[in-house]
């Protein structure tokens, strides 16, 4: 099984530019959570999702969109990158139950110039 | 709403000593506590885990203790090795997780 991956691992935009960061889980689970991670701040909710074609709002969820077509995808979009939105992004998966573990992906560094 | 407060770092130990990391949380029903651990360049992994008051959760030396009298999750390991030089992260969990700040220790040889 390889868990939790994450595509891409870095990348660098411009303000303004839009892109996709993808996550995908092999174990089936129902639920998936998209956090950035920021220094001195520990890990932020931006949406998640409780199954396949359902998505909701986290702490932070301005300026992104995502989106859960397939069960084990889960994509996150910038549509207008601001430097605001420079950090690292961790997507992690669990199963229905709020006693269990959430599984993280290695996480993607992005930087908005 | 539900809140994580973890005690702010870094840390630097020695090896063979002992470590100590503070959590209190803030929530209301009974959520359940979480420690993670981030080693560098990685994504953050459960360390260990307690769903309900009283429980103890323990993994790879460390233990923590679901008080509910305190509302506290501390974690603890009697002799740290270099290999634990990481980030902690304390977390309760109701719908979704709630994280602390997080605590960087280092362990020095």
């Known amino acids: 099984n390889a868990g939790v991956t994450q595509t891409p691992k870095f990348r660098v935009l411009k303000t303004g530019q839009s892109m996709t960061l993808l996550c995908a889980q092999d174990?089936?689970?129902?639920?998936m959570y998209w956090y950035r991670q920021d220094p001195g701040m520990g890990l932020r909710l931006i949406h998640y999702?409780?199954?396949?074609?359902?998505?909701a709002k986290g702490e932070v969820p301005d300026g992104y969109n995502v989106s859960r077509l397939k069960k084990q995808n889960f994509l996150l979009g910038l549509e207008s990158a601001a430097p605001s939105q420079t950090s690292v992004y961790f997507c992690?998966?669990?199963?229905?139950?709020?006693?269990?573990?959430?599984?993280f992906g290695p996480g993607t560094r992005l930087t908005v110039l | 709403g539900n809140s994580v407060t973890q005690m702010e770092g870094p840390v630097t130990l020695s090896e063979e000593a002992f470590l100590t990391i503070n959590c209190t949380y803030t929530?209301?029903?009974?959520?359940?506590l979480f420690w993670y651990v981030q080693y560098p360049g990685e994504g953050l992994q459960l360390l260990l885990k307690?769903?309900?008051?009283?429980d103890k959760g323990s993994n790879k030396g460390f233990e923590a203790t679901y008080r509910k009298e305190t509302t506290s999750f501390h974690l603890e390991k009697g002799s740290v090795q270099v290999s634990d030089s990481a980030v902690y992260f304390c977390?309760?969990?109701?719908?979704?997780?709630?994280f602390g700040a997080g605590t960087t220790v280092t362990v020095r040889a």
């Open positions: 992690a998966s669990s199963s229905e139950r709020t006693t269990d573990t959430q599984y």
């Open positions: 174990m089936n689970h129902e639920y």
């Open positions: 999702s409780v199954g396949e074609g359902t998505t």
């Open positions: 929530a209301t029903g009974y959520p359940s």
């Open positions: 307690a769903t309900k008051a009283d």
């Open positions: 977390a309760l969990s109701d719908y979704k997780l709630s």
